[in-house]
């Protein structure tokens, strides 16, 4: 569930990145802001201030997404580490990383109707 919790918050982040860039990047190239699954430094590019608490969750949802979504292994032991295990604690944590970021986008409420 970690996995799938921050491979949302990613492309979250990314679509505000994106969203607050505008216009201007080159089509043939992939911006550098974007070539990170660091959670923490795509929310230092969006502005958004979360709390401690939230800025802990995400950073550890980046191990997941780079480790357990992304990629087999690290050529790093370093890399290796996977923190807490997921806890169903953590679930409104996600739910307000996530509601946070979908209002910055100025999406729909979830569940609304066409």
């Given at each position: 569930?970690?996995?799938?919790?921050?491979?949302?918050?990613?492309?979250?982040?990314?679509?505000?990145?994106?969203?607050?860039?505008?216009?201007?990047?080159?089509?043939?190239?992939?911006?550098?802001?974007?070539?990170?699954?660091?959670?923490?430094?795509?929310?230092?590019?969006?502005?958004?201030?979360?709390?401690?608490?939230?800025?802990?969750?995400?950073?550890?949802?980046s191990a997941f997404?780079?480790?357990?979504?992304?990629?087999?292994?690290?050529?790093?032991?370093?890399?290796?580490?996977?923190?807490?295990?997921?806890?169903?604690?953590?679930?409104?944590?996600?739910?307000?990383?996530?509601?946070?970021?979908?209002?910055?986008?100025?999406?729909?409420?979830?569940?609304?109707?066409?």
């Amino acid at each position: 569930m970690l996995v799938l919790q921050g491979l949302a918050i990613e492309n979250l982040l990314k679509a505000l990145i994106a969203k607050n860039h505008g216009a201007g990047w080159d089509d043939r190239t992939f911006p550098d802001k974007l070539k990170t699954h660091d959670l923490g430094t795509l929310v230092d590019h969006t502005g958004i201030r979360l709390s401690v608490d939230d800025r802990l969750f995400v950073e550890e949802l980046s191990a997941f997404v780079a480790w357990l979504g992304r990629y087999p292994s690290s050529i790093k032991p370093s890399d290796m580490r996977i923190g807490v295990l997921g806890r169903t604690e953590d679930l409104p944590i996600f739910a307000r990383i996530f509601n946070t970021l979908h209002d910055a986008l100025g999406l729909r409420p979830l569940g609304a109707d066409e």
